[in-house]
């Protein structure tokens, strides 16, 4: 149905035609953000476990009580923030440039609360893990502020396929700019060794990315700022209706009673889990699997750099590929390789260092490549509903909030099972390998982990299959716009 409407003039496209020397200012503005964000949040990512476990020493069940908290308080803030921000008559929170404006400074400082311990942290002192609470948290929700206004961004800017492929392409560049934070930092601080340089490092990153922020904050467009501000003008006839509690149930309701959402959201949850098992756990199992004599620290920093660069390369490398096979044959595709190559990587065993090597990396970087694409599929679920229920604006921040609800837990309940996981077979106390006598329970340790690094992406990929395999919105690039644009 939708396939069949033709297109007509809106500001949504002409937003992405302001071209100068070859550059889409707006979407130049709009992966600024991107970049900002990824130094920060590929740091955050990758270091905070390795931090409060092996530096901070958090005790097991102070970590497992952080995570559960972050669990509730991600799932909640997201859907929060998401509908604030779509129905709020406040301009810093309607308005998506506004919200990146003033949530980045914010956003900065919570970023650093992580690498400047409260005090010289004993084994297992209780204030490590209220220090990872409130890091958790306040990280976690300034994060979500100022990335849920941007998602919206996204949908919002245009409805062209061509157009969001010209916006993944500068996201992914300003992505691949952004993560090879996580190169640096390793080479700066010796993989967190030097820690006064870590710190320093983290001061230097938080005020580049502020100040990347605060440019998409001062030059972004998007023709719903304006919608919204007449909106604004006309509330008085609503009676403050907006934001009423069954508001806010009957359009959950509308989303979630969309098929593809769910099937979306089902493959989302594990992808989350995916990621943060790669993210959290890769520096751990390299140093327990790949031998200091085999592979280097240097080494090893460059690996866990291009774990977080290389996703970009191959989404830009992509391109062709997403516009004449769209994102779902891709992101399916996906799938089979990642489970194809734990199986073999299973097969060959933990013995093959180089080979083991490369598979970290290599899933690392599939995961992370084809969780990039995922805001196509969320802004052509955001179209569907627009067009379903002719909403006058999109729900995107609602809908990208609702979509947190359900897939964030996954990034606590990723590191709260693997730590448990590796506890029962003494990893907490087999942390340090150089000081470990009894090589017995060494060996089952690394045996664990390997179990681990090959078995979770191979049922992990098949249950996502499960999951996308009926998802219907496959033609989209196909499609220049979906709907009528008024």
């Excluded at 240097?298 to 660069?309: L, N, Q, T």
């Amino acid at each position: 149905m939708r396939s069949r409407l033709r297109q007509s003039p809106s500001p949504a496209s002409d937003s992405m035609r302001q071209v100068m020397f070859g550059i889409h200012h707006n979407a130049l503005a709009y992966a600024m953000t991107t970049l900002g964000a990824g130094m920060m949040n590929s740091i955050f990512s990758f270091y905070y476990v390795k931090l409060f476990l092996n530096k901070y020493k958090i005790s097991e069940g102070a970590f497992h009580q952080s995570q559960v908290v972050y669990m509730i308080w991600n799932a909640v803030n997201d859907p929060l923030f998401g509908y604030i921000q779509d129905n709020s008559r406040v301009p810093c929170f309607s308005k998506r440039r506004l919200s990146i404006l003033y949530g980045a400074p914010f956003y900065a400082l919570t970023f650093l609360l992580a690498w400047f311990p409260w005090r010289s942290y004993e084994a297992g002192d209780w204030l490590s893990g209220v220090h990872l609470i409130v890091t958790l948290c306040a990280f976690d929700g300034m994060l979500t502020f100022v990335l849920l206004a941007q998602c919206a961004l996204f949908a919002e800017i245009s409805t062209h396929h061509e157009n969001r492929l010209t916006l993944i392409k500068y996201n992914q560049v300003a992505s691949l700019i952004g993560s090879s934070s996580v190169l640096f930092c390793g080479l700066v601080s010796e993989n967190m060794d030097n820690f006064a340089n870590f710190q320093s490092f983290a001061v230097v990153v938080a005020l580049l990315a502020c100040t990347c922020m605060l440019y998409t904050g001062f030059q972004s467009t998007s023709p719903y700022d304006c919608l919204a501000s007449k909106a604004t003008n006309k509330a008085g006839q609503r009676d403050g209706a907006a934001l009423s509690l069954s508001s806010v149930f009957c359009m959950t309701k509308q989303i979630l009673t969309q098929k593809d959402f769910v099937l979306f959201v089902s493959m989302n949850f594990f992808q989350v889990f995916l990621l943060a098992f790669c993210n959290n756990f890769t520096m751990i199992f390299a140093e327990h699997l790949i031998p200091q004599n085999v592979l280097p620290s240097f080494v090893k920093s460059i690996m866990y750099g291009a774990g977080f660069i290389c996703p970009q390369l191959l989404v830009l490398s992509s391109q062709n590929l997403l516009r004449t096979l769209g994102y779902y044959r891709v992101i399916l595709f996906t799938f089979y390789v990642e489970a194809g190559a734990a199986v073999v990587m299973f097969i060959l065993g933990p013995q093959h260092y180089y080979i083991l090597a490369l598979f970290l990396t290599g899933n690392m970087v599939l995961i992370q490549a084809s969780f990039s694409l995922f805001n196509l599929p969320l802004a052509d679920i955001i179209d569907a509903d627009l067009y379903k229920h002719k909403r006058s604006t999109p729900l995107s921040s609602m809908v990208f909030g609702t979509n947190a609800l359900f897939t964030k837990p996954a990034q606590s309940l990723a590191p709260m099972v693997v730590v448990s996981i590796l506890n029962q077979v003494g990893y907490e106390k087999l942390k340090d390998i150089a000081a470990v006598s009894d090589k017995g329970s060494l060996q089952e340790l690394h045996d664990v982990m390997f179990y681990l690094v090959c078995l979770v992406p191979v049922c992990v990929a098949a249950l996502q299959i499960l999951a996308w395999t009926p998802y219907s919105i496959r033609e989209s690039h196909t499609v220049d716009a979906k709907y009528i644009e008024t």
